[in-house]
């Protein structure tokens, strides 16, 4: 599957992604990088003022998560 490099995302460097920023990736297909060097594919549905949640993909199938953004390092989304 494709995983997009961390060069081309937002937010790398910063102390927390900012909502707005990762706002228009709701609804969309997004690639995210974790402080906890954790990365994967994700569906987001919700972008609140301190978290996001919507569908990740662990591999094998679609499981539902939620993030604090002070936990997302990077991303991109198509």
């Known amino acids: 599957s494709f995983i997009p490099q961390q060069t081309q995302a937002l937010g790398v460097g910063t102390l927390a992604v900012d909502p707005g920023a990762i706002r228009p990736c709701r609804f ?8 906890n060097r954790r990365q994967f594919w994700a569906w987001l549905v919700f972008v609140g003022p301190r978290s996001v949640a919507g569908w990740r993909w662990n591999g094998f199938r679609w499981v539902y998560f939620g993030v604090d953004l ?6 991109v989304c198509f």
Not at 28 to 35: G, I, N
Not at 70 to 75: P, V
């Open 70 to 75: 002070r936990s997302i390092e990077s991303f």
């Open 28 to 35: 969309r297909f997004v690639y995210l990088w974790l402080t």
